[in-house]
């Protein structure tokens, strides 16, 4: 059974992989924007998951520190949606197209280290003592997941229950875009 921290460092490796993919295939635009698009929609759904379900249960377990580290972590997926909503609106034919995706990966980089040496480990030490808390909030989160917008909207806020109000209402529109969105093959991922 997944931890809430193998749950987030899982997706982690995920956006990772699908960075490298982009930046890593130059001359193949059609290869580039499926990962492109995967690379957002991983993004946009694990920036809500935790917004909604691991900052929450920070500020719950660790107090005062908590909260500061929660509301640190939410200025940074604001940065990051503010680029991710540029990001998708291009093309990988778009010249600036790998740039702007460095630019984003930057912050976002930092903001995993961030979380994966400190706030995730401080976490985890609380759970300890609530046996089996950690894999719960592990469903949770990936229950989350599947609900939530599929593209970034920064205007939602990082705050619930406003940002929970606008994902139920932005995610089906994104489900049915992204019928219309190309994504790498199944065994490609």
Known sequence: MSTISQAIIDDHRELEQY???????ANNHDH????????IWELARHSVGEELVLYPA???HLGAEGKEMADSDRKEHHSVKQMLKEFQEMSASDSNYINQLKKIWGPLSEHIKEEEER??????????????ESESMAKSFERTKLFVPSRSHPSAGEHPPFETAMGLLAAPIDKVA???RKFPDKEKL
Do not use: C, H, I, T
């Open 19 to 25: 960075y490298n993919e982009v930046v890593n295939n």
């Open 32 to 39: 580039q924007q499926r990962f492109g698009n995967q690379f």
């Open 119 to 132: 706030d995730l480990p401080a976490l985890e030490k609380k759970l300890q003592s609530a046996e089996g």
């Open 178 to 180: 992204d019928l219309f």
């Open 58 to 60: 920070m500020e719950r």
